[in-house]
Protein backbone atom coordinates (compact mmCIF):
# COMPACT_ATOMS: atom_id res chain seq x y z
CA UNK A 1 0.00 0.00 0.00
CA UNK A 2 1.91 2.84 1.43
CA UNK A 3 2.78 5.65 -1.64
CA UNK A 4 0.44 5.85 -4.40
CA UNK A 5 -3.32 7.01 -4.72
CA UNK A 6 -3.19 7.21 -1.20
CA UNK A 7 -1.27 9.88 -0.74
CA UNK A 8 1.23 7.98 1.72
CA UNK A 9 -1.43 6.95 3.98
CA UNK A 10 -2.56 2.82 4.12
CA UNK A 11 -5.47 1.75 3.70
CA UNK A 12 -5.70 1.12 7.53
CA UNK A 13 -4.72 5.04 8.01
CA UNK A 14 -7.54 5.73 5.91
CA UNK A 15 -9.88 3.99 7.76
CA UNK A 16 -9.17 5.28 11.05
CA UNK A 17 -9.33 8.82 9.58
CA UNK A 18 -12.67 7.84 7.78
CA UNK A 19 -13.90 6.78 11.28
CA UNK A 20 -12.71 9.99 13.04
CA UNK A 21 -14.31 11.96 10.53
CA UNK A 22 -17.73 10.13 10.52
CA UNK A 23 -17.33 10.73 14.53
CA UNK A 24 -16.44 14.61 13.99
CA UNK A 25 -19.07 14.96 11.60
CA UNK A 26 -22.31 15.55 14.59
CA UNK A 27 -24.76 16.64 11.72
CA UNK A 28 -23.60 13.74 8.97
CA UNK A 29 -23.89 16.25 5.76
CA UNK A 30 -20.31 15.34 5.26
CA UNK A 31 -18.99 18.59 6.20
CA UNK A 32 -17.18 19.22 9.71
CA UNK A 33 -18.30 22.42 10.23
CA UNK A 34 -17.53 24.72 13.54
CA UNK A 35 -21.07 23.47 15.32
CA UNK A 36 -19.36 19.64 14.55
CA UNK A 37 -16.15 20.45 15.86
CA UNK A 38 -17.79 22.63 19.35
CA UNK A 39 -20.06 19.77 19.37
CA UNK A 40 -16.58 16.85 19.34
CA UNK A 41 -15.16 18.83 21.92
CA UNK A 42 -17.50 19.22 24.36
CA UNK A 43 -18.84 15.66 23.83
CA UNK A 44 -15.38 14.95 25.68
CA UNK A 45 -15.37 18.03 28.03
CA UNK A 46 -13.28 20.50 26.07
CA UNK A 47 -14.46 24.01 25.60
CA UNK A 48 -12.92 25.60 22.58
CA UNK A 49 -13.07 28.96 21.80
CA UNK A 50 -14.29 30.69 18.98
CA UNK A 51 -10.93 31.73 17.63
CA UNK A 52 -9.33 28.05 18.10
CA UNK A 53 -11.98 26.69 16.12
CA UNK A 54 -11.96 29.25 13.46
CA UNK A 55 -8.12 28.02 13.31
CA UNK A 56 -8.57 24.92 13.11
CA UNK A 57 -11.07 25.31 10.14
CA UNK A 58 -8.73 27.91 8.71
CA UNK A 59 -6.42 24.79 8.59
CA UNK A 60 -8.20 22.94 5.77
CA UNK A 61 -8.84 25.99 3.28
CA UNK A 62 -12.01 25.47 2.53
CA UNK A 63 -15.17 23.17 3.09
CA UNK A 64 -14.20 20.46 5.99
CA UNK A 65 -15.18 17.72 3.51
CA UNK A 66 -13.58 14.21 4.00
CA UNK A 67 -11.25 14.17 1.19
CA UNK A 68 -10.20 17.75 2.39
CA UNK A 69 -9.38 16.84 5.29
CA UNK A 70 -6.79 13.69 4.27
CA UNK A 71 -5.32 16.80 1.57
CA UNK A 72 -4.50 18.65 4.61
CA UNK A 73 -2.92 16.05 6.74
CA UNK A 74 -0.78 15.06 3.15
CA UNK A 75 0.06 18.49 2.95
CA UNK A 76 1.45 18.94 6.57
CA UNK A 77 2.89 15.88 6.45
CA UNK A 78 4.64 16.17 3.32
CA UNK A 79 8.41 15.60 3.69
CA UNK A 80 7.76 14.18 6.96
CA UNK A 81 7.84 10.34 7.97
CA UNK A 82 4.72 7.86 7.76
CA UNK A 83 6.60 5.93 10.51
CA UNK A 84 3.96 4.46 12.87
CA UNK A 85 6.07 6.06 16.19
CA UNK A 86 6.06 8.73 14.69
CA UNK A 87 2.54 9.35 13.60
CA UNK A 88 2.06 8.71 17.44
CA UNK A 89 4.48 10.88 18.61
CA UNK A 90 2.96 13.61 16.55
CA UNK A 91 -0.86 12.89 17.18
CA UNK A 92 -0.33 13.45 20.99
CA UNK A 93 1.77 16.49 20.46
CA UNK A 94 -1.57 17.68 18.34
CA UNK A 95 -3.77 17.52 21.93
CA UNK A 96 -1.05 19.08 24.05
CA UNK A 97 -0.90 22.61 25.81
CA UNK A 98 2.29 23.29 27.44
CA UNK A 99 3.57 19.49 27.30
CA UNK A 100 0.55 17.90 28.71
CA UNK A 101 -2.52 16.51 27.70
CA UNK A 102 -6.06 16.48 28.91
CA UNK A 103 -6.59 13.18 31.06
CA UNK A 104 -10.72 13.24 30.48
CA UNK A 105 -10.24 14.11 26.31
CA UNK A 106 -7.09 11.26 26.77
CA UNK A 107 -9.31 8.60 28.56
CA UNK A 108 -12.50 9.36 25.86
CA UNK A 109 -10.38 9.04 23.03
CA UNK A 110 -9.14 5.82 24.08
CA UNK A 111 -12.40 4.55 25.23
CA UNK A 112 -14.22 5.65 21.92
CA UNK A 113 -12.09 5.97 18.73
CA UNK A 114 -10.02 3.10 16.34
CA UNK A 115 -9.04 0.05 18.50
CA UNK A 116 -11.52 0.59 21.50
CA UNK A 117 -10.02 0.36 24.73
CA UNK A 118 -12.56 -1.17 27.85
CA UNK A 119 -12.76 0.30 31.09
CA UNK A 120 -9.96 -1.84 32.96
CA UNK A 121 -7.30 -1.48 29.97
CA UNK A 122 -7.78 2.33 30.49
CA UNK A 123 -7.96 1.52 34.37
CA UNK A 124 -4.33 0.01 33.59
CA UNK A 125 -2.92 2.51 31.63
CA UNK A 126 -3.64 5.22 33.84
CA UNK A 127 -2.30 3.25 36.81
CA UNK A 128 0.91 4.14 34.72
CA UNK A 129 0.86 7.57 35.03
CA UNK A 130 -0.37 11.02 37.33
CA UNK A 131 -2.82 13.36 36.73
CA UNK A 132 -2.21 16.53 38.25
CA UNK A 133 -4.86 18.69 40.17
CA UNK A 134 -6.26 20.34 36.97
CA UNK A 135 -6.53 16.60 35.14
CA UNK A 136 -3.87 16.85 33.17
CA UNK A 137 -1.25 14.47 32.17
CA UNK A 138 2.77 14.65 31.45
CA UNK A 139 2.35 14.31 27.74
CA UNK A 140 5.62 12.57 28.30
CA UNK A 141 4.57 9.61 30.55
CA UNK A 142 1.80 9.00 27.61
CA UNK A 143 3.93 9.20 25.01
CA UNK A 144 6.32 6.70 26.50
CA UNK A 145 3.33 3.91 27.07
CA UNK A 146 2.65 4.08 23.29
CA UNK A 147 6.26 4.66 21.87
CA UNK A 148 9.57 2.92 22.24
CA UNK A 149 11.66 5.34 24.07
CA UNK A 150 8.95 7.61 24.45
CA UNK A 151 9.78 10.03 21.30
CA UNK A 152 12.00 12.45 20.78
CA UNK A 153 10.90 14.39 23.87
CA UNK A 154 12.47 11.49 25.77
CA UNK A 155 15.92 12.02 24.25
CA UNK A 156 15.92 15.63 25.25
CA UNK A 157 14.93 15.05 28.98
CA UNK A 158 17.58 11.88 29.21
CA UNK A 159 19.62 14.92 28.11
CA UNK A 160 19.19 17.07 30.68
CA UNK A 161 18.95 14.35 33.46
CA UNK A 162 22.34 13.35 32.88
CA UNK A 163 24.26 16.17 33.83
CA UNK A 164 21.88 16.96 36.89
CA UNK A 165 23.06 13.48 37.99
CA UNK A 166 27.04 13.81 38.26
CA UNK A 167 26.84 16.52 40.68
CA UNK A 168 24.13 14.54 42.56
CA UNK A 169 26.61 11.58 43.06
CA UNK A 170 29.43 13.39 44.03
CA UNK A 171 27.51 14.77 46.84
CA UNK A 172 26.66 11.15 47.71
CA UNK A 173 30.29 9.88 47.30
CA UNK A 174 31.86 12.71 49.66
CA UNK A 175 29.16 12.15 52.81
CA UNK A 176 29.51 8.58 52.40
CA UNK A 177 33.26 8.35 52.63
CA UNK A 178 33.67 7.27 49.07
CA UNK A 179 31.77 3.83 49.36
CA UNK A 180 30.35 4.67 45.92
CA UNK A 181 33.92 4.67 44.61
CA UNK A 182 34.95 1.67 46.41
CA UNK A 183 32.17 0.05 44.43
CA UNK A 184 32.18 1.02 41.25
CA UNK A 185 36.35 0.01 41.34
CA UNK A 186 35.45 -3.61 42.91
CA UNK A 187 33.01 -4.08 39.58
CA UNK A 188 35.63 -2.24 37.07
CA UNK A 189 38.11 -5.44 38.93
CA UNK A 190 35.88 -7.79 37.85
Do not use: W
Not at 8 to 33: A, H, N, P, R, W
Request: hydrophobic fraction near 35%.
Amino acid sequence: MGKGDNGGFSEEQLEMYKECFKLMDVDKDGTISKNDIRAAFDNVGKLMSEGELDDMLGEVGGACTFDAMIKMFQDKMAGGSNDPDDLIVRAFKAYEAEGKIEAEMFRHALMNFGDKFSQAEVDDIFGEFEVDDDGFIESKAVIGLFVAGGGEEKKEEKKEEEPAAAPAEAEASADDGGAKKKKKKKKAAK
